[in-house]
């Protein structure tokens, strides 16, 4: 929990702005590469971004994705005495979960597992817990316990703990989810982590942010209960949601050199800290690509390394303002796999924003007036 930073006003819990940072380890894929079973695991394990938004499980089970390049985790802790896990803290679904002394799957074996039996704290409620994946599911039990995140307890908080979690699991660096969207969209009606702390009173404003460090494995780091000015240059925009389930907003177009090359006539778009690239229609998506120079191989879209300062800048306007991701910012190069874009098929009409853009723009996520605010980030 090093490098935790409890800001308080006059030491009273009400006024605190709770720093958690974020380390940028290896992702899934990084490793998979590294050991030569990358093409075996994408072959098997379909890349499908698109699940978790799916409008079927918009209330009730919270579907999820096998996103290979999440590289982001950060640390909290259960119970009494604490114990610690690694958790993706995801703006893109509600539950709180981890790994169990249960849980035999191969994802549970190398991954800390939570022991009820070491905690004082801990309280079981049986309710059954049952979260679809792009290509498996998780299955567990909900309980409560405390939850310590950033140094700040929640007391009973609900929680799941896992039983069977999806194969593709065992490659994720992070042990759990911490979702971060609205109570609609938890399954089993679960409460979520910072709505506990907004009805606790632990938090000094409804907000938390995210800042995505883009260069180095420090320096990432998701801000509860305040904004943080030396992560982000100039004004914030604030940006009203289109839809209180996700963080959802409505771009009016994207544009290359002044072009309208994708979202013409406007869409829908969801901020999300848990998808690693910017996802979108198959037909916008393929567009942008080539554009860009790119061309679709094994599942990728790939460009020639050599030519990623020349590449053109892609802008997304939103709300009045231009965010604009330059070629060094949405191309990702790879030890194995050379250069890659961020941009990839959705299979809806539904946009995401995930951690290309989130990287290059400080992202404020507003419960108390629905709103997301973005600016450039440092």
Not at 56 to 61: I, K, M, P, T
Not at 166 to 177: L, N, S, T
Request: glycine share 10%; hydrophobic share 35%.
């Amino acid at each position: 929990m090093k490098w935790v930073v409890v800001a308080c006003a006059m030491v009273a819990l009400s006024e605190c702005i709770v720093h958690i940072p974020l380390e940028k380890g290896k992702s899934a894929r990084e490793f998979l590469e590294e050991q030569g079973l990358w093409e075996e695991y994408r072959l098997k394990y379909k890349y499908n971004p698109m699940a978790k938004f799916d409008e079927r499980f918009a209330v009730g089970n919270e579907p999820m994705t096998n996103d290979a390049d999440l590289s982001y985790y950060g640390i909290i802790s259960i119970g009494t005495p604490p114990q610690s896990f690694k958790v993706i803290f995801d703006s893109g679904s509600s539950n709180l979960w981890v790994p169990s002394v249960y849980c035999s799957s191969p994802a549970c074996n190398n991954h800390v597992k939570f022991n009820p039996g070491m905690s004082s704290t801990y309280r079981n409620i049986g309710s059954p817990l049952n979260i679809q994946y792009g290509t498996g599911s998780m299955t567990g039990f909900l309980a409560y316990d405390t939850v310590t995140v950033g140094g700040l307890p929640v007391s009973n908080q609900i929680f799941g703990l896992s039983e069977t979690e999806a194969p593709f699991m065992q490659y994720m660096r992070a042990d759990g989810i911490l979702g971060l969207a609205y109570p609609s969209l938890a399954a089993s009606g679960a409460t979520p982590v910072f709505d506990t702390m907004m009805k606790e009173g632990l938090v000094n404003q409804d907000l938390f942010s995210v800042y995505l460090s883009s260069n180095s494995q420090q320096g990432s780091v998701v801000t509860f209960g305040g904004v943080d000015p030396n992560l982000y240059y100039g004004t914030i925009s604030w940006i009203p949601l289109s839809s209180e389930t996700y963080w959802q907003i409505t771009v009016d177009s994207v544009t290359v050199n002044g072009q309208v090359v994708a979202c013409s006539g406007g869409c829908q778009a969801i901020v999300d800290t848990g998808t690693s690239m910017i996802v979108g229609p198959q037909d916008s998506i393929s567009n942008i690509n080539r554009w860009v120079g790119a061309n679709y191989q094994n599942g990728d879209y790939v460009v020639n390394c050599n030519n990623v300062n020349q590449m053109p800048d892609i802008t997304f306007h939103i709300y009045g303002q231009q965010f604009t991701l330059q070629g060094a910012a949405y191309v990702r190069q790879s030890q194995y796999y050379g250069c890659r874009t961020g941009f990839s098929n959705g299979g809806s009409s539904l946009w995401i924003l995930g951690d290309v853009f989130i990287r290059q723009y400080y992202s404020i996520f507003n419960r108390g007036q629905n709103m997301v605010g973005l600016a450039k980030a440092r």
